[in-house]
């Protein structure tokens, strides 16, 4: 048997189920930006928010996945940031929503919920670090932070 034809099959394969699971991928996250008014893009940078100034960005970063819209009155971007693009890329999920709304230390129920949360110009972004969220977990994060911004400017 020649396992150099054998290897040539499997790496095919494992490609085919790349390209599968990733079209399935933006299908899902089609579907959520649609029911949160959102739009699913290929647009690779969000050049309107302010991005490169926040902490955790680093210039080798790369945006994926981007969704953008208005919900809930508010303007919103959510996307997967990826760091060290490759086998050991560092993934962090961020909703970007521009708001003049005063928040202030993070509550607990945001720490708990492993969330982080920092102001820019008039964006505030929210991340979760260390992987890249499924459509439906991309959908309640993005709830969970109009929540918490909803509870903020009630609180002021």
């Known amino acids: 048997m020649n396992w150099t034809i054998v290897a040539g099959f499997i790496a095919i394969l494992g490609f085919c189920g790349w390209i599968y699971a990733r079209g399935k991928q933006k299908h899902d996250l089609t579907a959520t930006a ?22 955790f960005f680093a210039e080798n970063d790369r ?8 919900t809930q009155g508010f303007p919103v971007k959510a996307f ?25 230390e993070p509550t607990t129920l945001l720490r ?22 499924r459509a439906s977990e991309l959908k309640q994060l993005i709830s969970d932070c109009l929540s918490y911004l909803h509870a903020a400017e009630i609180a002021h």
């Not at 945006?63 to 208005?70: H, I, P, T």
């Not at 964006?123 to 992987?131: A, D, H, K, T, Y």
């Open 34 to 55: 649609r029911t949160l008014g959102l739009q699913y893009t290929n647009q690779e940078f969000p050049n309107d928010i302010p991005l490169r100034r926040a902490s």
């Open 112 to 133: 708990a919920s492993e969330l982080q949360v920092e102001r820019v110009g008039d964006w505030l972004f929210f991340r979760r670090s260390q992987r890249r969220l």
């Open 80 to 104: 997967t940031l990826v760091g060290f693009p490759g086998e050991l890329a560092i993934e962090k999920a961020v909703v970007a929503i521009k708001t003049d709304a005063r928040v202030g």
């Open 63 to 70: 945006v994926e996945d981007l969704l953008q819209g208005v």
